[in-house]
């Protein structure tokens, strides 16, 4: 073949290849998935190797803010279990455990699709809507911190909430793991104490609750207890049918009856007995069965 013919043969084939093809496709962003998933190049978390003076890390300033554009529907499934997003955050008090996430979720999506930030004061909740902030108190050792909550999780039936690294840090459950704490939620618009009154999508009015407050409540609160469990996934089941019906608080409470651990449904608190007797009345009519009066 001659010189020409074949340098016209290159050309042809150079041709042939800039025609067919073509720029790579553009890498879509990264979706919020279910923590644990593939997704994640970790797997078991950890604590931070570097690790900042939380003392110095500033709280949170609870301020009024629109619901997230994601993390709010309602009702969602998470292995196979469904959870309804409160309609409300204000009045929310419970008691519950804590546990908290690092490295291995740092820097990606959150479920209102904010990027996790380990070394700030945020959290994980199932049922709050999203953004909430809340005051969380070791009941352990009384250290407290302001959390906005911006994440789903802990689906964890036996937990209350994931905080940040960071929160549980200033909290002092970094090194067990978990740790019993009461989250209250603060209302952006009155960071003090305060009465508040619920209210049924229906539109009848609920029992007032005590709000969220600066400092541990008082002993004598005010509780129903509509049932007791030895599986904490059944305990779940029954706290996910009350949210999804009323507004008011629901906690489980962990504990044990001659050394078999127990799950304990609580509802409250509430901000007085008249209040309580109305909710255990409501109850009653909605097929719950007669609700034991209790108090921490």
Same mark, same amino acid.
Not at 109 to 135: C, I, K, V, W
């Given at each position: 073949?001659?010189?020409?013919?074949?340098?016209?043969?290159?050309?042809?084939?150079?041709?042939?290849?800039?025609?067919?093809?073509?720029?790579?496709?553009?890498?879509?962003?990264?979706?919020?998935?279910?923590?644990?998933?593939?997704?994640?190049?970790?797997?078991?978390?950890? &604590?931070?190797?570097? *690790?900042?003076? @939380?003392?110095? %890390?500033?709280?949170?300033?609870? #301020? +009024?803010?629109?619901? !997230?554009?994601?993390?709010?529907?309602?009702?969602?499934?998470?292995?196979?279990?469904?959870?309804?997003?409160?309609?409300?955050?204000?009045?929310?008090?419970?008691?519950?455990?804590?546990?908290?996430?690092?490295?291995?979720?740092?820097?990606?999506?959150?479920?209102?699709?904010?990027?996790?930030?380990?070394?700030?004061?945020?959290?994980?909740?199932?049922?709050?809507?999203?953004?909430?902030?809340?005051?969380?108190?070791?009941?352990?050792?009384?250290?407290?911190?302001?959390?906005?909550?911006?994440?789903?999780?802990?689906?964890?039936?036996?937990?209350?909430?994931?905080?940040?690294?960071?929160?549980?840090?200033?909290?002092?459950?970094?090194? &067990?793991?978990?740790? *019993?704490?009461? @989250?209250?939620? %603060?209302?952006?618009?009155?960071? #003090? +104490?305060?009465?508040? !009154?619920?209210?049924?999508?229906?539109?009848?009015?609920?029992?007032?609750?005590?709000?969220?407050?600066?400092?541990?409540?008082?002993?004598?609160?005010?509780?129903?207890?509509?049932?007791?469990?030895?599986?904490?996934?059944?305990?779940?089941?029954?706290?996910?049918?009350?949210?999804?019906?009323?507004?008011?608080?629901?906690?489980?409470?962990?504990?044990?009856?001659?050394?078999?651990?127990?799950?304990?449904?609580?509802?409250?608190?509430?901000?007085?007995?008249?209040?309580?007797?109305?909710?255990?009345?409501?109850?009653?009519?909605?097929?719950?069965?007669?609700?034991?009066?209790?108090?921490?």
């Amino acid at each position: 073949m001659s010189r020409s013919a074949i340098a016209a043969s290159a050309l042809t084939l150079c041709l042939l290849a800039a025609c067919t093809s073509r720029p790579p496709e553009p890498t879509p962003p990264a979706q919020p998935v279910t923590p644990g998933s593939d997704r994640y190049s970790q797997e078991h978390d950890t &604590a931070p190797d570097k *690790r900042p003076d @939380v003392s110095l %890390i500033p709280q949170p300033e609870p #301020r +009024p803010e629109p619901r !997230s554009r994601y993390g709010n529907h309602s009702p969602y499934t998470v292995f196979g279990e469904t959870y309804h997003v409160m309609e409300s955050a204000e009045g929310y008090v419970a008691e519950g455990i804590a546990s908290w996430y690092g490295t291995k979720f740092h820097g990606h999506r959150t479920s209102s699709g904010e990027p996790y930030d380990m070394y700030q004061f945020t959290a994980a909740h199932r049922y709050l809507p999203l953004p909430t902030f809340a005051r969380v108190t070791s009941l352990e050792n009384g250290k407290s911190v302001i959390v906005r909550i911006n994440d789903r999780g802990p689906f964890h039936p036996d937990r209350e909430i994931d905080l940040s690294w960071a929160a549980a840090s200033k909290l002092g459950i970094e090194q &067990a793991g978990t740790g *019993r704490v009461r @989250v209250e939620v %603060i209302t952006p618009e009155n960071n #003090r +104490p305060q009465q508040a !009154s619920a209210t049924r999508a229906g539109g009848s009015n609920q029992p007032a609750m005590r709000a969220a407050a600066s400092s541990p409540p008082p002993p004598a609160e005010l509780y129903l207890q509509i049932g007791a469990f030895q599986q904490s996934a059944t305990a779940q089941q029954l706290v996910n049918r009350l949210l999804g019906e009323f507004s008011w608080p629901v906690a489980i409470r962990p504990g044990n009856i001659q050394g078999n651990p127990t799950y304990r449904v609580w509802v409250g608190p509430f901000a007085t007995e008249n209040a309580r007797e109305q909710a255990h009345g409501q109850l009653n009519g909605a097929g719950y069965g007669e609700a034991m009066r209790v108090m921490p």
